[in-house]
């Protein structure tokens, strides 16, 4: 499972099922989805490129920022059916904003997960957070993950802050134990902008080999077969237009099917 997340610009994604989305930063361009999250299952072909698109006021092009989180699957979900779903929104993603008083402590995004009292939509095959935490110069954030959870990683995108005391500055990460213990993370004086993960342990073999993987040396040997054999579609040239891609597809199609 990938989930990417748009900070800034956006992205197009066409597949061997016939599946091309939208997603990206913009609300009003993207409809309000931002994140993708796409479970590859027994396998397909796919394409993620950058909208390159100028901006429809100014006519310039826009950065592009995202973060993509690989999220392993329960073995007996592997060969799952391929799903890929986009996420924005309140109903879906909903935004945690406290305060103290009148004055802003935080703002969460919760893109996989829970926090607080809020929860998000995503599909998800085993238990994760995946949160994305603004944090006011000097202010404090907490969360309380369930008791299965045994680990916490923490990307430290913009600013810094403190955990139990230890220096987190911009561009480090910083990886905590937990046994569902509260976790308080202090912003620093130029404010705390970051990447919140958690879950619960599968407890299970991983065999990876490029972007297959597997519980074994022989699954991802047999993954790579069926890749080299096209049972998942075959790989197309990404200046294809969206008519020569269809034609594409429908020439080798994936052999695994979409829930």
Avoid at 26 to 52: C, I, P, R
Avoid at 118 to 124: D, G, H, T, V, Y
Avoid at 238 to 244: I, K, M
């Amino acid at each position: 499972l990938t989930v990417t997340i748009c900070l800034s610009g956006g992205m197009i994604h066409r597949d061997s099922l016939g599946i091309k989305q939208f997603f990206g930063a913009d609300k009003k361009k993207y409809s309000g989805k931002h994140t993708q999250a796409l479970n590859f299952g027994a396998g397909l072909v796919h394409e993620l490129m950058w909208d390159n698109t100028p901006h429809r006021i100014t006519q310039n092009f826009i950065a592009q920022e995202i973060y993509q989180i690989w999220v392993d699957l329960p073995s007996d979900q592997r060969m799952s059916n391929v799903y890929v779903e986009l996420l924005g929104g309140e109903d879906e993603t909903p935004t945690v904003v406290e305060k103290q008083g009148r004055v802003l402590q935080s703002t969460t995004l919760v893109v996989a997960g829970s926090h607080k009292d809020r929860k998000s939509r995503m599909l998800q095959k085993s238990e994760f957070t995946i949160l994305q935490v603004t944090v006011e110069p000097g202010k404090t954030w907490t969360h309380s993950s369930p008791t299965c959870f045994d680990s916490i990683i923490l990307y430290m995108r913009k600013g810094g802050a403190k955990i139990e005391g230890r220096e987190v500055p911009m561009h480090c990460t910083a990886f905590c134990s937990t046994d569902g213990e509260e976790i308080m993370v202090v912003a620093g004086k130029q404010g705390a902008d970051f990447l919140f993960l958690t879950g619960e342990p599968l407890h299970q073999n991983v065999v990876a080999r490029g972007s297959m993987v597997g519980e074994t040396g022989q699954d991802v040997a047999q993954a790579v077969k069926d890749a080299n054999s096209f049972k998942m579609g075959k790989p197309w040239h990404e200046r294809l237009s969206d008519a020569q891609w269809h034609n594409h597809i429908s020439r080798y199609p994936c052999e695994y099917n979409s829930e």
